[in-house]
Structure formats: C-alpha cells, structure tokens
C-alpha cells in the first residue's frame, strides 16, 4: 500500500477525478485506514463551497455593442485600405533599397575616381608627375648630364637659369 | 461539428470571410462565461470589460487563419487566459497583509455580513496567488475544466495544471485557514 507521502501527491488529481484506474483503487485503498489523509481530502473539498461563493456582476451594458462597433471599424479597413500618400516614401525607405543603392553610388564613385585619374595621365599636355632624373639635371643645368658627350657651357647654363627665373 | 452552420467553429470560418453576423452571434453566445472568467482574475470590472473586448477582437483578427483543429471554446479560453495573465503582469500584486482580519463574531453581525467578510477574504486569497495558479483555480472551480482542457487554455501539461491546483489550493488553506469560519 502506498506511504501518505505518495498519497496525498495524488490527492488533488484523485478529488478532480483525474487519475487513472490503477493509481485510483491505490488511492482509494489508502483512503479506507488512513484517518490523516481522509482529513486532508476533506480540507481540500472544503474549498470548493468557499470559491463558488463569489458574485459575479452582470455582463456591463454596452460591452457587446462597443465590440461590435469595433469589429465593423476594422472589418471597413479591411475592404478599404486607406492610402496616406506616404506608401511610396515607406517603399523608398526599405532597407534593402537604401543598402543597394548605397553599394551602387560608391561602386560608381570609385569608378568614376578611378577613369578620371587614367584619362588625366594620359593626356599629351599633362605634366608627368612621375619626372626622371636626366630630365631634372637636364631642366636645371641645361646639361646633358647622362649623355655621352657633354654639351653646353657654363655660360649657356648660366643663360638658360636666368631665362627660367623669368 | 464545423459543417453544423450553428457550431462555434462554423460561425468563425463564416467571420474569417467577413461575416459580421457570425461574429455577433459569437459575441452574444460566450460574452457570459468570458465575462465571468475575465472578472474572478481581476477582481474589477474596468479590467474585466477590457479583457473581454480585446478576446474577441482578437478572436475577429484570428478568424481568416482559424481552422477547426482545435474546439473553439479552448481556442478562446487560450486568448482570455493569455489576456489575463498579460494583465496580471502589468498590476501590482495583492500582498498577503492586505487580507481583511477575522469578522467580528458578536450575535449583531448578521449572516449576511459574515458571508460578505468572507465572500472578500476569498477575493483577497485569491489575488494574492500567483496568476498561474489563480487562473488554474478558476479554470477548475468556475468553468469545471478538466485538467486536459485548463493545459491547452494554460498552454502547459496537465502535470504542470496539477501541480498549479495542488499548490493553489495550498496557498488558500493556508491563508484561509488563519481565519476563524472556515475549515
């Protein structure tokens, strides 16, 4: 037979005519020679007249007709999506729009960074700003410093610097 | 049966096309036990009158996805006790001190006033439960659910239910039984 341990675990489900067959009849068998426990079944069925005793008011006037009225609110918006004007703003704004966009402009960016930078490099008229070292000692001193047979003078280099301070 | 045109589940279908007569017919035929529901949690009317309008307008936004796999009472009794216990988290708790002292017994207090006292004391034991329990308790002693039933309102096992009542039950004996009058 079971402990009054185990018995009154199963108490509440026994007094609500939950359990199943095997542990009812243990239940049950306990119950007849166990005073303890019958006074504690008793305790428990001594709730039910005390919270069945609670009045419960009226449903209020008006509640169901404020539902219903609710009810046909939405059920018109249902048919009748309203339309702000702002829809295509919210479209525009959709993050996967902003972030491709995004991605777009500076994949153009550099692009454009990019064919500007060549093009100007290439142009005939441009400066090289890559300038070797014969064409420096040859701007300057008016020598030909890496040829092989030095031309020029002290007097046409001396020349050839004022001529380019002017 | 959902093909019965008068079953709950045959009206929500008819709602989920947009039958607001269907609709009323629901409102009109479980706004009572939703209601009482509703008010033995809150213990007030304002709540309660919330709780109710928002079940069943939840009930209207469900209805184009309701399918008739489940009753429709506990598919409703699911919304009300989500509500409830969603409005049980935002109050503030009953304490266990605020419970009324023992009546007065003396021979001019009449039966009827005994019965109030107590009819609060109740209250007062019942709102300072925890909602779960309180709402198992309720589910049990007002609406006579069965332990399977108050699990898929509750959205637990009916283990889980057991336990809830056991211990529900504890707590109301215990602070009940401090009372004279009772047990």
Not at chain 1, 64 to 88: D, F, H, M, N, Y
Not at chain 1, 149 to 158: D, L, M, V, Y
Not at chain 2, 7 to 29: K, M, N, P, T, Y
Not at chain 2, 88 to 116: N, W
């Amino acid at each position: 037979m079971w402990s009054c341990a185990k018995n009154r675990k199963h108490l509440n489900a026994y007094m609500d005519g939950e359990l199943p067959d095997r542990a009812l009849r243990e239940v049950e068998r306990h119950l007849a020679v166990c005073p303890a426990c019958l006074l504690e079944l008793d305790g428990l069925r001594g709730l039910a007249p005390l919270l069945g005793n609670d009045e419960v008011p009226p449903v209020p006037a008006g509640l169901s007709a404020r539902i219903l009225a609710e009810a046909a609110v939405r059920q018109k918006r249902k048919e009748c999506p309203k339309t702000s004007g702002w829809e295509w703003r919210e479209f525009l704004f959709q993050p996967w729009l902003v972030r491709g966009a995004t991605t777009a402009a500076l994949v153009v960016g550099l692009a454009m960074g990019a064919l500007m930078g060549w093009t100007g490099y290439l142009r005939p008229d441009s400066t090289q700003w890559i300038v070797t070292n014969e064409s420096v000692a040859r701007n300057m001193y008016a020598f030909d410093v890496l040829g092989a047979e030095p031309r020029g003078s002290i007097e046409a280099a001396t020349l050839a610097l004022l001529d380019d301070g002017r | 049966m959902p093909d019965c045109p008068e079953s709950d589940e045959f009206l929500l279908q008819a709602v989920g096309r947009g039958d607001l007569a269907a609709f009323s017919r629901i409102v009109e035929r479980h706004q009572t036990w939703a209601w009482r529901v509703a008010y033995r949690f809150t213990g007030n009317e304002e709540d309660a009158s919330d709780i109710v309008q928002e079940a069943f307008l939840r009930l209207l936004d469900a209805s184009g996805r309701y399918r008739p796999t489940a009753k429709f009472r506990t598919y409703f009794y699911q919304i009300i006790s989500r509500l409830c216990l969603d409005r049980a988290k935002k109050k503030q708790p009953l304490l266990l001190e605020t419970v009324p002292d023992t009546p007065d017994p003396s021979p001019d207090i009449t039966d009827t006033m005994m019965q109030r006292e107590n009819a609060i004391a109740v209250r007062a034991a019942l709102d300072a439960l925890p909602p779960n329990q309180r709402l198992a308790i309720l589910l049990r002693y007002d609406e006579n659910l069965g332990y399977e039933e108050i699990a898929s309102a509750l959205e637990k096992t009916t283990k889980a239910v057991e336990r809830l009542l056991a211990r529900g039950r504890e707590r109301l004996r215990d602070v009940l039984g401090r009372r004279e009058n009772f047990f």
